[in-house]
């Protein structure tokens, strides 16, 4: 197999990307992605997003300084501190909220431990932005704007806090993961990894929001 030209990549991992959206997007309901919010689910939905952030950083700090080019390593490690910014802004909901901020990341799901497992044992910088920044993470937004959509009328503050900095700051660094990706995934070994990680980060991203969203109080 021979190198794809980068826009070619790029549009391949898209596709597959989406692929996978369109699948898990038709099962949510099934499994009640969907379902009437209630102060404790909305309180769950938050202790998730802790986790998720959280781990986003830690994965993400250890290839910072791998990154040869300084135009990409300084909104990288940006990157990594707006995502603690973001878990310490969800901690705090939490506790204003009298729940446990760290109840999820204590006790993880298996399925959701695994997701970040795989993403810990990824052995290149580009397999990581394959997976998590260009994979799974381009679905926040979209899941992001039903909860929004949802929570306002019970929760206002907590539609505040995603609608006005966690979706806006994602907006911000949307561009980092392609332009990586054009530029150290060049070869046709490394396209193949960054595929195979993508498409694995997605079947476990969707096996962890299954679980997440089955383990909600009734």
């Not at 949510?28 to 986003?56: T, W």
């Not at 006790?107 to 397999?127: N, V």
Request: charged share 30%; with cysteine.
């Amino acid at each position: 197999m021979e190198a794809l030209k980068a826009e070619e990549f790029l549009a391949e991992l898209i596709s597959c990307r989406e692929a996978f959206w369109e699948k898990m997007n038709a099962e949510r309901k099934s499994y009640g992605a969907e379902k009437p919010l209630s102060p404790a689910i909305v309180l769950r939905r938050l202790q998730f997003g802790v986790v998720m952030e959280r781990k986003a950083a830690e994965v993400t700090a250890r290839w910072v300084g791998e990154i040869p080019d300084l135009d990409l390593q300084q909104p990288m490690s940006e990157y990594v501190v707006n995502e603690l910014k973001h878990t310490s802004i969800l901690r705090k909901r939490i506790a204003e909220l009298n729940g446990d901020p760290d109840a999820l990341w204590n006790q993880p799901l298996k399925e959701l431990k695994e997701l970040w497992d795989y993403h810990a044992s990824l052995e290149s910088l580009c397999e990581l932005i394959a997976s998590v920044q260009f994979g799974h993470e381009e679905f926040f937004p979209r899941t992001s704007k039903s909860f929004i959509a949802r929570v306002q009328s019970i929760d206002p503050q907590t539609a505040s806090v995603y609608r006005d900095t966690l979706l806006a700051d994602e907006a911000g660094h949307e561009w980092i993961a392609p332009e990586i990706l054009r530029r150290y995934a060049t070869d046709a070994k490394t396209q193949k990894k960054c595929l195979e990680a993508l498409k694995r980060g997605c079947e476990l991203f969707g096996k962890a929001i299954q679980s997440f969203n089955q383990s909600l109080p009734a």
